[in-house]
C-alpha cells in the first residue's frame, strides 16, 4: 500500500472553496464524478479540513495560532453552504484514462527547493489511492504510516548492503576485465608467433619439395640397379634347377629304399597295436572294476556288514550289558527313593517321553545314510592317495595309529551325565525286555531282533531280566 497522501485534503479545501463543479478537461485531468453524482459534501472531522502534523497525527487547519477545541463549537451555529461529498468511487471513464501528474517541473529543479517538493507531494498518489487514503480513520492512517516508516527503515540497511555487494562485483569484474586484456594482450603475441612460424613453414614446404625431386632421382637410379640384380638372380635360380633336377633323380633312388623299410616297420607297428589293445581292454576292465569297487564296493561290503550277525552281535552286547547296568541303577536308586518317600515324578530321571524318544532314535538308526560312502561312490576316478585319505566326519587320526580305545577307556572318557539317557540303538540290537515293553504296549509292534533272540541264552541277558 502506498504512504498516505497528506495533500488530498487540501486539494478538498480548495474545491469546496471553488464550489461545485462540472467533470470536464481539466488543466490537470483530475476530475473524479459527473454532474449526475454531485452531492453536498460534509467537511471531515467536525466540518473542518485536516492536515498531518510531524508526528503524522491528522488535525485540524486552523490559521490562527490557538489550538482547535471541539467546545468552541456552539450547538446553534448556522450550516455553512451545502458543499459535495468525497466520492466513493471513480468514474469508469475517468478511471480508465492514464494518470499525467501536473507537475510542471523542469530538468534543471532539485529537491531542496520546496515549491518543487510541494508539488510532487501534492500530486504524487493517483486519485485512485487518494481515495484508498481517504477512507482510512484518522488512528489507521497513523499506524499505516508508522508501518510503512519503520518497512522503509527495516529495508534501507538491505538495500545499502545489496548496493555494497553489486560495488564489490564490479570491483572484481573490473579486476577481472583487466585481466582479461592483459590475457588479450599475450594473446595477440602468441598469434604473432604463429605467424612467423606459418612463414617458417612455408619456406620448409619449399625446401622439401626440392629435397622430393632430388629423392625421385636416387629411386630411379636404385631402380636401374635393381633390374640389374635381378636379371643376375635369374641366371643363379636356372643354374639351381638344374642341380635341383639331379638331386630329384638321388631321392627318387632313397624313396624306393624307404618303402622297403616302411614295409617292415608297418608290420611291427601292427604287432604294437596288438599289444596295445590288449592293454586298453585289461585297463578298461581294470578301471570298471575300480570305479564299481569305489561307487557300489564299499556300500555292497558295509551293507551286507551291517546286516550280519557278525556285527551285530558284539554291537547288541553293549547296549544290553548297558540296559541291564542302567536297570541295576534304576531299581537301586528307586527302593532307595521309595525308602525315603519320595514320588517318582520328583526324581530328575523321570522322562515318560523316553519310549517315544527311544523309537524314534531306532528309526533314524534304520534310516540313516553315510555321508562318507556317498564320498567315497562320487569319487570313481580318484586317485589311490586321495581315497586314503578320505575319512568319516569326526574320526580321530590318533584312533587309526594307537588302536581303538578299550570299553574301560571309553567308559572313563565319557562322562557320567552323558550316559543318561543312553544312545538310542535300532530295534534289531535293542534288549529283550525293551521289545517285550513295546509289545506290552502296542501287541501290533514286533521289535524283537535275530540277535536279542540269540542272546536270550546270554548272561548279561539274564541279568538284564532280573
Same mark, same amino acid.
Given at each position: 500500500m502506498a504512504l498516505p497522501n497528506p495533500s488530498y485534503h487540501r486539494r478538498k479545501k480548495r474545491s469546496l472553496d471553488k464550489g461545485p463543479s462540472k467533470v470536464g478537461n481539466s488543466p490537470k485531468g483530475m476530475r473524479l464524478l459527473s454532474a449526475k453524482a454531485k452531492k453536498a459534501v460534509e467537511p471531515s472531522f467536525?466540518?473542518?479540513?485536516? %492536515?498531518? %502534523?510531524?508526528?503524522?497525527?491528522?488535525? !485540524?487547519?486552523?490559521?490562527?495560532?490557538?489550538? #482547535?477545541? +471541539?467546545?468552541?463549537?456552539? @450547538?446553534?451555529?448556522?450550516?455553512?453552504?451545502?458543499v459535495d461529498p468525497p466520492p466513493e468511487k471513480l468514474d469508469e471513464d475517468f478511471a480508465n484514462l492514464p494518470f499525467i501528474p501536473s507537475w510542471n517541473i523542469l530538468n534543471k529543479d532539485t529537491f531542496v527547493d520546496a515549491s518543487v517538493c510541494r508539488k510532487i507531494g501534492e500530486e504524487f498518489s493517483t486519485p485512485g489511492q487518494d481515495l484508498s487514503v481517504g477512507a482510512l480513520s484518522h488512528t489507521s492512517l497513523t499506524d499505516e504510516l508508522f508501518i510503512h516508516w519503520?518497512?522503509?527503515?527495516?529495508?534501507?540497511?538491505?538495500? $545499502?548492503?545489496? #548496493?555494497?555487494?553489486?560495488?564489490?562485483?564490479?570491483?572484481?569484474?573490473?579486476?577481472?576485465? +583487466?585481466?582479461?586484456?592483459?590475457? $588479450? #594482450?599475450?594473446?595477440?603475441?602468441?598469434?604473432?608467433? $604463429?605467424?612467423?612460424?606459418?612463414?617458417?613453414?612455408?619456406?620448409?614446404?619449399?625446401?622439401?619439395?626440392?629435397?622430393?625431386?632430388?629423392?625421385?632421382?636416387?629411386?630411379?637410379?636404385?631402380?636401374?640397379?635393381?633390374?640389374?640384380?635381378?636379371?643376375?638372380?635369374?641366371?643363379?635360380?636356372?643354374?639351381?634347377?638344374?642341380?635341383?633336377?639331379?638331386?630329384r633323380a638321388s631321392l627318387t633312388e632313397d624313396r624306393k629304399t624307404f618303402k622297403v623299410n616302411e614295409t617292415k616297420e608297418k608290420m611291427a607297428i601292427e604287432q604294437l597295436l596288438q599289444?596295445?589293445?590288449?592293454?586298453?581292454?585289461?585297463?578298461?576292465?581294470?578301471? @570298471?572294476?575300480?570305479? #564299481?569297487?569305489?561307487?557300489?564296493?564299499?556300500?555292497?561290503?558295509?551293507?551286507?556288514?551291517?546286516?550280519?550277525?557278525?556285527?551285530?552281535? !558284539?554291537?547288541?552286547?553293549?547296549?544290553?550289558?548297558?540296559?541291564?547296568?542302567?536297570? &541295576?541303577?534304576?531299581?537301586?536308586?528307586?527302593?532307595?527313593?521309595? @525308602?525315603?518317600?519320595?514320588?517318582?515324578?520328583? %526324581?530328575?530321571?523321570?522322562? !515318560?517321553?523316553?519310549?517315544?524318544?527311544?523309537?524314534? @532314535?531306532?528309526?533314524? &538308526?534304520?534310516?540313516? %545314510?553315510f555321508p562318507y560312502l556317498e564320498t567315497l561312490s562320487q569319487s570313481p576316478h580318484a586317485s589311490l592317495a586321495v581315497l586314503q585319505n578320505l575319512a568319516p566326519q569326526g574320526l580321530d587320526v590318533t584312533d587309526l595309529i594307537n588302536g581303538p580305545m578299550s570299553p574301560s577307556q571309553t567308559s572313563m572318557a565319557t562322562p557320567f551325565a552323558s550316559m543318561h539317557p543312553p544312545h538310542m540303538l535300532p530295534s534289531s540290537l535293542l534288549p529283550s525286555d525293551v521289545t517285550q515293553l513295546s509289545t506290552l504296549d502296542n501287541p501290533s509292534a514286533t521289535l524283537v531282533s535275530p540277535a536279542s533272540r540269540k542272546g536270550d541264552h546270554d548272561p548279561t541277558a539274564k541279568a538284564a531280566g532280573m
Open positions: 467536525r466540518g473542518e479540513p485536516q %492536515t498531518l %502534523t510531524s508526528l503524522g497525527t491528522p488535525e !485540524p487547519e486552523n490559521n490562527d495560532d490557538q489550538s #482547535w477545541d +471541539s467546545s468552541n463549537v456552539k @450547538a446553534d451555529a448556522k450550516p455553512g453552504p451545502p519503520a518497512q522503509l527503515g527495516s529495508m534501507l540497511p538491505e538495500a $545499502l548492503r545489496r #548496493w555494497s555487494s553489486c560495488c564489490s562485483s564490479q570491483d572484481k569484474n573490473r579486476k577481472k576485465i +583487466s585481466s582479461l586484456s592483459n590475457r $588479450l #594482450w599475450l594473446e595477440k603475441g602468441t598469434v604473432s608467433d $604463429l605467424r612467423k612460424q606459418i612463414l617458417s613453414l612455408k619456406k620448409e614446404k619449399l625446401e622439401l619439395a626440392t629435397r622430393c625431386e632430388e629423392v625421385e632421382k636416387n629411386f630411379a637410379h636404385k631402380e636401374t640397379l635393381l633390374h640389374n640384380e635381378i636379371s643376375q638372380a635369374k641366371e643363379d635360380v636356372e643354374r639351381d634347377l638344374a642341380a635341383l633336377e639331379a638331386g599289444q596295445n589293445q590288449a592293454l586298453r581292454n585289461r585297463i578298461e576292465e581294470l578301471s @570298471a572294476d575300480r570305479a #564299481w569297487f569305489i561307487t557300489k564296493g564299499f556300500k555292497h561290503f558295509f551293507s551286507r556288514l551291517r546286516c550280519s550277525p557278525e556285527f551285530l552281535e !558284539p554291537l547288541a552286547a553293549v547296549p544290553k550289558a548297558a540296559h541291564a547296568y542302567g536297570l &541295576f541303577v534304576g531299581l537301586r536308586a528307586g527302593y532307595r527313593y521309595a @525308602a525315603r518317600g519320595r514320588t517318582i515324578e520328583s %526324581t530328575s530321571y523321570y522322562a !515318560p517321553d523316553s519310549k517315544a524318544k527311544l523309537l524314534q @532314535a531306532v528309526k533314524t &538308526f534304520e534310516n540313516a %545314510t
